[in-house]
């Protein structure tokens, strides 16, 4: 097994890249699809249940919040800790990386037990602070309630996955949410809709999907076929491993828990300007945004093996030509997006709801929301690099940016200016063209400095 564990590992430091890119980023890829599903496949059942699906699909958008809170801890700890393991099994220590392993497993545990309860005591009033109304209270309360019992299966699904994916083991890693997916897709309409039991029913099924696809990846990490092991060692808090953590792994946090601040600041400006109706537009066009974003980000998660190995290595010239082939990748993604998006909204729409007046204002409303992802693969590819590169700072700064630097002041901003609900939709490409332009420019000024042309 340690033979075909270090060919992974020569793989990432001499395959030729365009075939390996290919290789470790579509498994990655397949992998971000399946994990969107989960919560997709719930909004798509949920918005078509008869006279009142356009209601609970409002009420399930506003536990959006919560729900990418919690996928944010289990970024913190494993977008933080995978890299630098990369990062150290290039440079031949593997100890190290299994420490990171460790530590990167207990930091989940402990935040997994901390968000439960605390959701658990607040949950009420925190989503009618998110955006919820009267009407639509009763869905989020009752999804929510259910779907924070999994928390603990989200946190180890989501946040150890990506330490498989370190090791090259690309197919694996798509394995382990592909699982879970899939089952979700089966039980969703089984739960929804056989056992009657709505909003709830979905909750059951995603936790139910989740728990599988978590006992799926600690059983490999624990397992004689994973290069990086679990060990019981390695659990103690090792202090100073889980500072080096926290340090990278706040950038990934940001990214993920401003999604949930965003989605607060659009949800409640939506309901003051324009109500319901306008708030089950924004759950519908962050779907569609899943489904152009996390793809992208499979791409990128799955060529940052690459990149750390060979940064650890101190290759820069891999590190050099595969940021580049990145860049053109994840711009080619976001460019289709954007004339598909600009193309058929309203088709997009309806897959989500067939109620004709909410489908009519998503449709209006999607193509000016999006009309800045044409330039968003830039940003994702630099932000991508600087963390393969274990640059926390830059890391940080980039993930700060767009979201709590732009966009949610212009979203406060611009209806306030405008007068109208028009303002907060046009917030989004605003802000998103201007960090990837700074993403882009600041990559291009650092790159020198951090992958010098001489290389070993």
């Known amino acids: ?111 997994s037990v901390v968000l439960t309860v605390l959701f658990s005591i607040i949950k009420e009033p925190v989503l009618m602070a998110f955006g919820a109304s009267a009407d639509t209270i009763g869905y989020a309360v009752d999804y929510i309630s259910i779907y924070l019992l999994g928390t603990i299966f989200v946190q180890y699904a989501l946040g150890l996955n990506t330490f498989i994916s370190a090791q090259g083991k690309a197919m694996v890693a798509m394995c382990s949410v592909l699982i879970g997916a899939v089952l979700n897709i089966i039980l969703d309409p089984v739960f929804i809709f056989v056992f009657n039991m709505g909003v709830r029913g979905a909750a059951i099924a995603t936790v139910i999907s989740q728990g ?39 950038a990934p946090f940001i990214m993920q828990s401003t999604e949930s601040l965003v989605t607060v600041v659009l949800n409640t400006g939506l309901q003051r300007y324009g109500g319901d109706l306008y708030v089950g537009t924004l759950t519908i066009m962050q779907s569609v945004m899943q489904m152009v974003v996390m793809p ?89 690099a600087f963390m393969a590169m274990g640059q926390a700072k830059t890391s940080l700064f980039l993930a700060l940016l767009r979201k709590v630097i732009l966009l949610i002041p212009l979203a406060l901003l611009l209806p306030w200016a405008m007068g109208n609900v028009l303002g907060i939709y046009i917030a989004e ?7 990837s332009s700074t993403t882009l420019t600041l990559f291009l000024f650092q790159r020198k400095k951090l992958l010098p042309l001489e290389t070993n």
Request: charged residues 15%.
């Open 1 to 111: 097994m340690a033979r075909i564990n270090r060919s992974s590992e020569e793989a990432l430091a001499s395959a030729p890249i365009g075939m390996l890119m290919l290789k470790l980023a579509v498994p990655a890829v397949a992998a971000q699809v399946i994990n969107m599903l989960y919560n997709i496949v719930d909004r798509i059942y949920i918005g078509h249940i008869p006279e009142v699906g356009r209601t609970a699909l409002t009420g399930l958008g506003i536990t959006f919040p919560i729900i990418m809170l919690i996928s944010a801890f289990a970024a913190f700890a494993g977008m933080g800790g995978a890299p630098l393991a990369s990062i150290r099994l290039g440079a031949g220590d593997r100890d190290g990386a299994e420490k990171i392993l460790g530590s990167s497993t207990t930091m989940l545990l402990c935040t």
């Open 212 to 250: 599988i696809s978590a006992c799926w990846v600690v059983g490999f990490l624990c397992s004689g076929r994973s290069g990086l092991r679990i060990r019981r060692a390695n659990l103690r808090p090792n202090w100073s491993v889980i500072s080096k953590i926290a340090a990278l792994g706040v």
């Open 296 to 384: 992208t980000q499979g791409i990128t998660q799955g060529v940052q093996p690459l990149m750390s190995y060979n940064y650890g290595a101190q290759n820069y010239q891999r590190v050099r030509k595969t940021f580049k082939l990145l860049l053109k990748v994840t711009l080619t993604v976001t460019v289709c997006a954007f004339l598909v998006v600009s193309l058929i909204p309203e088709q997009l729409a309806l897959i989500f709801s067939d109620d004709p007046e909410l489908v009519e204002l998503t449709g209006t409303m999607m193509p000016i929301f999006f009309g800045g992802i044409w330039a968003f693969g830039a940003q994702m590819a630099c932000q991508s």
């Open 429 to 435: 490409p605003v802000a998103d063209i201007l960090a």
